[in-house]
């Protein structure tokens, strides 16, 4: 299993950059592919960025493209998002979340996770 907390979120200003990270527990976290999915009020989650277990392949929703980063340290346990030039239509509650399975490919659906954090409140102020 892979218990997830994710930190980092806050205030801030329109173009402006905030990093998120998530801390996972276990020595498998390096056999799980991840993802940051994020929720606005009145909106559906969505996966903005996921990663596989290997780091080799990412996924960025278009809306996110060229302003998120996704990456992973394996040997620290830890996953991190970029974000830059921030805008309103970011707010929302960032999650972290861990494929059901060990050495699964790209999953970019909420019914594909299995292991989530609490999610951290991002809000960008214009």
């Known amino acids: 299993q892979v218990q997830l907390v994710e930190s980092g979120g806050g205030l801030v200003q329109a173009g402006d950059s905030l990093r998120l990270s998530c801390a996972a527990s276990?020595?498998?976290?390096?056999?799980?592919?991840m993802a940051w999915f994020r929720q606005a009020p009145g909106k559906e989650r969505e996966c903005v960025a996921a990663?596989?277990?290997?780091?080799?392949?990412?996924y960025y929703a278009d809306s996110v493209k060229g302003r998120f980063t996704i990456s992973r340290d394996n040997a620290g346990y830890t996953l991190v998002l970029e974000m830059k030039n921030l805008n309103s239509d970011d707010t929302a509650v960032y999650y972290c979340?861990?494929?059901?399975?060990?050495?699964?490919?790209?999953?970019?659906?909420?019914?594909?996770?299995?292991?989530w954090g609490k999610g951290t409140l991002v809000t960008v102020s214009s």
């Open positions: 979340a861990a494929t059901a399975g060990m050495g699964v490919d790209l999953v970019t659906t909420s019914s594909g996770m299995g292991y």
């Open positions: 276990g020595r498998t976290f390096k056999y799980y592919s």
């Open positions: 990663i596989d277990w290997s780091g080799d392949s990412t």
